[in-house]
């Protein structure tokens, strides 16, 4: 099977995260799969859409599921994510949403959003998971003084138009919140939202599962996908499993070659995450640091950061097109540079962790939640957009009801989320794509 990046990328070990040495140790509930097994539901990929895709049929409809998972549970981007759970999924601006779409399914598409997000708090709530839950909102910072004129417009549509108070902030009052750096020049607070520790979560989402039934088999990659009359044949190293329907789980992690009918669908795109020491009360001081929300700036590269519960600092951002171990040596240095310009009074503050991982892209540039045409027996979740925190697992949610209803989920997901993406253009040239937009946008960013 195929990948778009260094194979070094898609390495089922656990990464070397912050999120992997605070977690509490090795989850080792589950063994990998081992001969045969008979399912109604069977789950590849073991992260937030397919652990909740699992949970929900599990616990809500008593549905037999398994799920199979290349690494541990959480192992790809569901685990190794900055813990922002934030809105919007999409790449497209209101305007381009409502153009598109029309007002109410925009709409339609924030209100699911929200619902993300309280579905999140809800099997926090429910299923007693533990997962560091930290903030009232949501921050966004204008990295130019131009930029802020776009949020103040962002924040009135997002109050208006969708019922999420939104207000704007100056840069006094910006620092007064949230802090000061050489990239502060105002933003907004969007009381929407929240931090989160992501590896805990997506455990927290793999206990419950398993504790209401689901079977959960770590380290068990699908090595190949058949249909052998009425049922799907998933083999493993190991394994095999027979199941009369079968979810696609894996967003950008996915291997081409799986399953034609999702290839050439998806653009994942490598993400980069930094994490300091703890830093001192005097070091917090210096950039008047006071908030716990996650932050995104309003580069189309952004810069995307937050504080971690024990002042450990969080820095992330795109780059990287290759995958390779050099280039990701070459990313660190420069996100460690870029951190200390930022934010200069932490220009000598040693960098604790350094990892990446992957986002999915696609064409239409939101969500695509739904089943297959061609073989209702297949459903998929993928292409969040970098806001797969709040999103995935509502989207396993939709999947479970879609599944124990036999329907299509159309009354209930937005047309905005609905049906697969149109397959890339000359689809071996989708790194260049990304390679040239990322240096159209460091031309827009640099712009005053």
Known sequence: MRTLYDES??????????WERTAGGPDGASTPLKGSVDVDVAVIGGGYTGLSTALHLARDHHIDTCVLESGHMGWGASGRNGGFGCIPASKLG????????????????FAAQLDGLQLIRDLCNGEGIDCDLVGDGNLEVAHRPSRLRDLVRYADELTRHFGIPTRVLHRAEFGELGFECAEQCGGIHMAAGFGLHPLKFARGLADSARRHGAVLYPHSEVESWQRQGNVHVLTTRDGRVKAERVVLATNGYLREGLHDGFDRRLLPAISNIVTTRPLSREELAA????????????RNLLFYFRMLPDNSFLFGARGDTTGTARDGERMKAWMTRRLGEVFPHWRRVPISHYWRGLVCVTRKMTPS??????????????????????TAPWAGKQIAEMISRNDDGADRIPVVCRGLPREFPLAGLRLWYLRAAYQYYKLIDALP
């Open 9 to 18: 990328l898609y390495i089922n070990t656990p990464v070397q995260s912050y």
């Open 94 to 109: 209101i305007e381009a949403l409502v153009s598109r779409y029309g007002l109410d399914e925009t709409q339609r598409f």
């Open 287 to 298: 950039h008047r640091w006071s908030t716990s929300n996650p932050i995104c700036n309003t």
């Open 369 to 390: 939640i739904g089943r297959d045409i061609d073989d209702p027996t297949v459903y998929y979740a993928f292409g969040y957009h970098a806001n797969g925190v709040n």
